[in-house]
């Protein structure tokens, strides 16, 4: 009676197994449609730099963050559902990147993860779409000017694409400039989470992604880094710290005494000091919950810093005592010209030191703190203006530490001096957009780099 039963039951089973997966099929289809397919990666490893190209079925939207600790670049691709053929995890042999991993984040964003071992300063995202692959992020790490026609592993040609479907933010990156070092990154247009450059990348037996047997044609189980990666802030949610200039495009040199109601520095007497406010002109940088804007904190917060320092007896430099570009091209400049145009002020006045201020932006209002930024192949002095300046903002203004850390910023690695960026605070998070917004903020800033670059010079 028993076995009549069981072979009943497997009977009945194997009759509505069909049924079963006709339903599963049919909720899933459901569930993608109107939805893109990531349907392959791909990684291009040269001797000057590495490209990584997502493939999808179709263009698609994204936004790009950067994330520490270790240093990763983060791409969230929106509307988007991952092909189980797609191989999840891929190790890299290179002197940029460590590892790349990609999963289905959540129902409808799949999320590609580089490790980058040299910090998360030195890459361009951009998408294409048209040609053989309807729709392509690329991410190049290294040169990123380099070609990659003499590479590992053949790429389709993806130099000559239109840019992604995605607006301009913050956060969100459509193609980019072809800045190959930069975190004072080239323009707003591109809204790249901070860029930089590093040494040449090595030749690499990178694997490539979709030569991995075929797996069922279903979205992927999310990737390792999944929930620890989303909520995390990026170290720079925005690509495009410029600084700008007077509006005259000539350094402005300061050397009267403004104020005498300044607070007491020591050793700054005769030294020479170039202060960058962070973006300018047609680049607003980033903008707060309330609209306040990166460039106007900046502005206010250099002025105070050079009345400060002037008074003290240094001679300081500005890239900008306005609301402009750096470059005499104003904003015909190219990306390079205008970055290079803020070096050039430290550079052609033999600056002793070179300040870029600046305030982090993230998409989480949570995020909060101060960061402290040098050259990763620059001098120890570059190191110890950055860990002095962090603090003594820390200290005035009472925001957390993010710690120092080294990166391929532009600013600082052009110019000939020890050099540091500094972001302030997070002009995103409420709280610290109204402290930076504020007169007593503002003022606190200033004295806290202020007393960062006396104690450095002792």
Known sequence: ?????????????????????????????????????????????????IRIVVDANAPVSYRTMTLSNPNRVVVDLKGAWLSGKVKKTISVDSRFVNAIRIGQFNKDTVRV???????????????????????????????????????????????NGSAGTTKPSVTESPETPADNDTKTQPKPSTAETGTGQQPSASQSGAEQANTTPAAEN???????????????????????TQASQPASNQPAAITDDTDADIAALTGLKGRKITIDAGHGGNDSGAIGPTGVME?????????????????????????????????????????????????????????????????????????????GYYYSLGSKRSRDLADKVRQGVIDQIGTSSRGTQSCNFYVVKHTDMPATLVEVAFISNPQEEKLLDSEDGIKKAAQGIADGIADYFG
Request: aromatic share 6%; with cysteine; net charge negative.
């Open 218 to 240: 279903k979205p992927a189980e999310a990737a390792s880094s999944g929930g620890e990666d989303i909520d995390a802030p990026a170290q720079e949610a925005a690509g495009d």
């Open 295 to 371: 460039k106007s904190v900046t502005l206010r917060i250099a002025n105070e810093l050079r009345r400060l320092l002037v008074a003290e007896g240094a001679t300081v430099y500005m890239t900008r005592t306005t609301d402009t570009e750096v470059s005499p091209k104003g904003a015909n400049a190219s990306d390079i010209e205008e970055l290079q145009a803020h070096c050039d002020v430290a550079n052609n006045n033999k600056s002793d030191i070179f300040i870029s201020i600046h305030m982090d932006s993230f998409s989480s209002g949570a995020a909060k703190g101060t960061t």
């Open 1 to 49: 009676m028993k076995r009549v039963l069981f072979l009943f039951v497997a009977i009945v089973s194997i009759l509505l197994l069909p049924a079963c997966v006709y339903a599963a099929s049919s909720d899933f289809s459901e569930r993608v449609s109107g939805m893109t397919e990531i349907t392959g990666v791909r990684v291009n490893s040269g001797s000057e730099k």
């Open 113 to 159: 993860v580089v490790e980058n071992k040299v910090g998360a300063n030195n890459y361009k995202v951009f998408s294409l779409k048209g040609g053989t692959v309807p729709g392509r992020l690329v991410m190049d790490f290294g040169n990123i000017n380099a070609d990659t026609s003499k590479s590992t592993i053949a790429l389709p040609d993806v130099k």
